[in-house]
C-alpha cells in the first residue's frame, strides 16, 4: 500500500480526506475520538512545511442543499483549539486556496454527486491539490467521490498515518483469533449486518446481538416484540440462523410506549404488550459469563438506545462486562466509541477502530474499495 513514508509531501499542497463524522448535539461534539485520532497525520503533513485542506462529510444530509445541523463548523472550532491554530472552514470546492497551513472543506455530501461517486467531483477532489491523502478509515468501504473515485483520480495518492494503523492493528487480531472469540453486533438492521453476523458465525463461538437486531430474531422466534423496530424482509434469514448460529438472545428486556416516554417497565421477554416497543436488554448470568469466558471479543453496536437515560443500562453493562474482562477486546464504531467514552475508560479496551461499517467488512475479509485503490491487498 502507497504511504506516507513512500510519498515526497514535503512543501506541498495536501487533499487529507478524514473521518470527521462525529455526534454533535446543539453544537457540541459529544465525542471527540476521531478528531485526535487524526491528529498525528496532519501533525506530520505540518512539519513537512506541507499546505493542508482536510475533507470529511458529517452525518446524512440532503445533498445540494446546505443544512447547518451539518455543517463542519463545531468540528473546525474543535481543531484549531487542538492544534492551536487557526483552521477556517472552507464553504465549497471553487473557495478552496492554500492561503493558510491549513483549512477544512465544507461537508462533502453537500455536494451533488458525492454518494454516487460522481466522475467530475471525484476528478475536482482528486487534484485540489498535489498529493491525496486518504486517512478515512471509517469510510474506506464505500465508493464514493471523496473517497474512491478521489483516490484514483489523484496524481499521487497515499495512505496517512491513521489508516496505515487500523490496518495493522486489526491484520494482527485477524492473523490471531484466540478461541473463543465473542462477537458482539448491535444496530437497528439485520440487513445492513446480515453478511457480518454469517461470517463472524464461522470465527466465533458465540454472538450477542442487540437493538433492531435482536427485534427481529425475537419476532423469528415467535415471540410477540409488540410496536418494536424490527425488518419483516429478514425473518426467513433471521430463523435459519438461529437454527445454526449460537445467537444469545436476552431473556429480559426494558419496553415502553415509545422512545420519548419516560416511563419504562423491565418485563421477561415473552410479556411484551402490544403497544410496547423494546428499547433496551438486560444481560442475564449467561451474557456475563459468555464475556467473562471469551479470549478475544468483537464489539460494535450498542443493544439500547443508550442515549436516554432510561434504556441505557443494557449498553452500559456490556462495556463494564467487557472493560473487566480479560479477552483481547476490539470496538468500532461511532456510536461505539460514544458508548465507551460515556461508560468505562476507554485504555480498557484493546484497541479502539473509528471504522464501523469499514470495521466489520475487514473483520469479514471483504476487500474495501479505497484501500484496494492504494494498493493494499491481504
Request: proline fraction near 3%.
Amino acid at each position: 500500500m502507497r504511504t506516507l513514508a513512500s510519498s515526497t509531501v514535503k512543501n506541498k499542497t495536501v487533499a487529507l480526506r478524514v473521518d470527521l463524522n462525529v455526534p454533535i448535539q446543539k453544537q457540541l461534539i459529544l465525542d471527540d475520538t476521531r478528531i485526535i485520532s487524526i491528529l498525528p497525520t496532519i501533525q506530520y503533513l505540518l512539519t513537512e512545511n506541507a499546505k493542508v485542506i482536510l475533507i470529511s462529510h458529517l452525518g446524512r444530509p440532503y445533498a445540494g442543499h446546505f443544512d447547518p445541523q451539518f455543517s463542519l463548523d463545531p468540528v473546525a472550532r474543535k481543531l484549531s483549539e487542538l492544534l492551536e491554530i487557526e483552521v477556517p472552514l472552507i464553504s465549497s470546492i471553487v473557495d478552496a486556496k492554500f492561503e493558510t497551513p491549513i483549512s477544512l472543506l465544507e461537508n462533502t455530501r453537500f455536494l451533488v454527486g458525492e454518494l454516487e461517486n460522481d466522475l467530475d467531483l471525484a476528478n475536482s477532489l482528486g487534484n485540489i491539490a498535489e498529493v491525496y491523502v486518504f486517512d478515512a478509515f471509517g469510510t474506506s468501504h464505500r465508493e464514493q467521490a471523496s473517497t474512491y473515485g478521489a483516490i484514483n483520480h489523484a496524481d499521487i495518492s497515499c495512505a496517512g498515518l491513521l489508516l496505515e494503523k487500523e490496518i495493522a492493528a486489526l491484520s494482527s487480531a485477524i492473523s490471531s483469533i484466540n478461541a473463543p472469540l465473542l462477537s458482539i453486533i448491535g444496530g437497528s438492521k439485520v440487513s445492513s449486518k446480515l453478511g457480518v453476523i454469517k461470517n463472524l458465525s464461522l470465527l466465533s463461538e458465540n454472538i450477542i446481538t442487540g437493538g433492531g437486531i435482536t427485534n427481529t430474531f425475537l419476532k423469528a422466534s415467535g415471540l410477540n416484540i409488540g410496536s418494536s423496530l424490527y425488518e419483516e424482509s429478514m425473518l426467513s434469514e433471521a430463523r435459519d440462523l438461529l437454527s445454526s448460529t449460537n445467537i444469545y438472545l436476552p431473556n429480559q428486556v426494558v419496553v415502553s410506549s415509545n422512545i420519548d416516554s419516560l416511563e419504562s417497565r423491565v418485563c421477561d421477554v415473552r410479556d411484551v404488550q402490544d403497544n410496547e416497543m423494546i428499547l433496551d436488554q438486560v444481560l442475564d448470568e449467561q451474557a456475563f459469563n459468555l464475556i467473562s469466558q471469551a479470549k478475544q471479543i468483537i464489539w460494535n453496536g450498542p443493544i439500547g438506545v443508550f442515549e436516554r437515560d432510561a434504556f441505557a443500562q443494557g449498553t452500559q453493562q456490556l462495556a463494564e462486562a467487557i472493560a473487566q474482562s480479560s479477552a483481547f477486546s476490539l470496538a468500532g464504531g461511532g456510536e461505539t466509541l460514544l458508548a465507551i467514552k460515556m461508560f468505562i475508560d476507554k485504555s480498557d479496551i484493546s484497541y479502539c477502530s473509528t471504522g464501523g461499517g469499514a470495521f466489520l467488512e475487514f473483520m469479514e475479509g471483504k476487500e474495501l474499495p479505497s484501500l484496494s485503490a492504494l494498493g493494499f491487498t491481504k
